[in-house]
T-cell receptor, first 112, second 111 residues
Framework: DGGITQSPKYLFRKEGQNVTLSCEQNLNHDAMYWYRQDPGQGLRLIYYSQIVNDFQKGDIAEGYSVSREKKESFPLTVTSAQKNPTAFYLC???????????FGDGTRLSIL | EDKVVQSPLSLVVHEGDTVTLNCSYEVTNFRSLLWYKQEKKAPTFLFMLTSSGIEKKSGRLSSILDKKELFSILNITATQTGDSAIYLCAVLYNQGGKLIFGQGTELSVKP
């Protein structure tokens, strides 16, 4: 089945540690996105990529990094510079910039 | 600053009721407005509205956009417990494919 796979579902980070969240899609979509969701809030855009080897900062990029080396993969690294990383992270993809985005099941990140 | 505001933030109804969820926006470079339903995890796409005054319908759900007054509504008729979820409204920018989301409306449908 075609879809967006995020892993792991749950992740725990120690102080000072970088962690990487995986996002893979087999929909052949060009565009991919990372969002953060905090309780009682909507989604906020972290990074997005319209094509391979190119990506742009969203509204809350500080403390995060991404890469887009393959069309199907868009991993997000939460660095130690992100002081409040506890949140639900959602990855999305779309066929292009004017088409609806479709989401993975998310990764819940917590601090130990 | 661009923003999307949803109301109410939470709503409790009984099965069979009809509900109306609201979404207003102030966004430069508007292209479309989207509605999503979020249960435990992934938001699922409901509607994308680009033109004013044209109702989109899917079963008991319908939505319409007013680009003059800058708002949209999502109607759910004959609600069921399975409609319990967070409903998210988002505006798609004309360039870059970025979405800006509202805070969401948490709907709870009681038996």
């Amino acid at each position: 089945d075609g879809g967006i796979t995020q892993s792991p579902k749950y992740l725990f980070r120690k102080e000072g540690q970088n962690v990487t969240l995986s996002c893979e899609q087999n929909l052949n979509h060009d565009a991919m996105y990372w969002y953060r969701q905090d309780p009682g809030q909507g989604l906020r855009l972290i990074y997005y990529s319209q094509i391979v080897n190119d990506f742009q900062k969203g509204d809350i990029a500080e403390g995060y990094s991404v890469s887009r080396e393959k069309k199907e993969s868009f991993p997000l690294t939460v660095t130690s510079a992100q002081k409040n990383p506890t949140a639900f992270y959602l990855c999305a993809s779309s066929p292009g910039p004017v088409r609806p985005q479709h989401f993975g099941d998310g990764t819940r990140l917590s601090i130990l | 600053e661009d923003k999307v505001v949803q109301s109410p933030l939470s709503l409790v109804v009984h099965e069979g009721d009809t509900v109306t969820l609201n979404c207003s926006y102030e966004v430069t470079n508007f292209r479309s407005l989207l509605w999503y339903k979020q249960e435990k995890k992934a938001p699922t796409f409901l509607f994308m509205l680009t033109s004013s005054g044209i109702e989109k319908k899917s079963g008991r759900l319908s939505s319409i956009l007013d680009k003059k007054e800058l708002f949209s509504i999502l109607n759910i008729t004959a609600t069921q417990t399975g409609d319990s979820a967070i409903y998210l409204c988002a505006v798609l920018y004309n360039q870059g494919g970025k979405l800006i989301f509202g805070q969401g409306t948490e709907l709870s449908v009681k038996p």
